[in-house]
């Protein structure tokens, strides 16, 4: 596989918040897509450890930051997700709506966790999608960590209260690969 992944804030947020960002690098290498509304937002003061550990996957060449044209297809989408939407759906956030949009027009695949709000639109728009847990899976098939380090890196991010779903990544492969 070859297409880029556009991380919003969550996805992305959660192997930093414990330090397990080499995964993503050893899986995604150089595919790694983070909007620039996610990158402001991982650049919040009061966590610049997060912004601190996602400069130095771009200074790697790792990842990359990607921003979206004014007076393009993207902008327009974007702006309609975060202001204006269709009658009958919800705003969404503007990292979410970057890294959707940028996925969709590119066609990368989205790393989200927020299917409450996104869900709609990934099916509405046949976009390619991964969580936190379909990530991890992917790590352990390729040998990248253990179903054991996988609980343990599922319970820390678990611990820095990040929604990824089910209550332990064994848990999580029951429920997906059952």
Known sequence: MTDSLFFDSDCISAFLWVGKEQI????????????????????YPR???????????????????????????????????????????????KGEAAALVLAQNRNGILASNNLKDIGSYVNQYRIKHKTTGDILAEALKYGIITEEQGNLIWE????????????SFSAYLQEKYA
Not at 61 to 88: C, F, M, V
């Open 47 to 93: 966590i610049s450890h997060l912004k601190a550990r996602t400069d130095e996957m771009i200074t790697k060449e790792k990842a990359y930051i990607e921003t979206i044209s004014i007076d393009t297809i993207e902008y327009r989408q974007y702006y309609k997700l975060t202001a204006e939407p269709e009658k009958g759906t919800a705003v969404i956030g």
């Open 156 to 167: 820390r991010m678990l611990s820095r209260r990040r929604k990824i779903g089910a209550s």
């Open 24 to 43: 993503l690098e050893q899986l995604y290498a150089g595919r790694i897509i983070i909007p620039k509304q996610v990158y402001e937002e991982l650049s």
